[in-house]
């Protein structure tokens, strides 16, 4: 079992920058094998994909954070973190990393990322 703990979030103007870190603890001898993600939820919309990246370092963006997110793992610290820049309000949500299911990368269906953390808040303000 692995478990994963972000920090990071807070509160930040539009336009500003924030950096969120993922830590994974547990069976961590196998966190260089799998993809690493990136989710958001804002109140009242569903969980959305944000980032992927995977044990190659391909990496995957959804359409509206592509070109100013950029997401980067450190295998040898079990880390994952999500540059975040050029924020918008429309950015606010609760940010969650979460753990691919196995080691082989099918897309970025929240269902098949098996591990989650608690999630770290983001709120952009106008």
């Known amino acids: 079992q692995v478990q994963l703990v972000e920090s990071g979030g807070g509160l930040v103007q539009a336009g500003g920058s924030l950096r969120l870190s993922c830590t994974a603890s547990?069976?961590?001898?196998?966190?260089?094998?799998?993809?690493m993600g990136w989710f958001r939820q804002a109140p009242g919309k569903q969980r959305e994909f944000v980032a992927t990246?995977?044990?190659?370092?391909?990496?995957y963006y959804a359409d509206s954070v592509k070109g100013r997110f950029t997401i980067s793992r450190d295998n040898a610290k079990n880390t994952v973190a999500l540059q975040m820049n050029s924020l918008k309000p429309e950015d606010t949500a609760v940010y969650y990393c979460?753990?691919?299911?196995?080691?082989?990368?099918?897309?970025?269906?929240?269902?098949?990322?098996?591990?989650w953390g608690q999630g770290t808040q983001v709120t952009v303000s106008s």
């Open positions: 990246i995977t044990r190659s370092a391909s990496t």
């Open positions: 547990g069976r961590t001898y196998t966190f260089s094998t799998y993809a």
């Open positions: 979460a753990l691919y299911r196995t080691p082989y990368y099918r897309g970025s269906n929240p269902d098949n990322f098996g591990s």
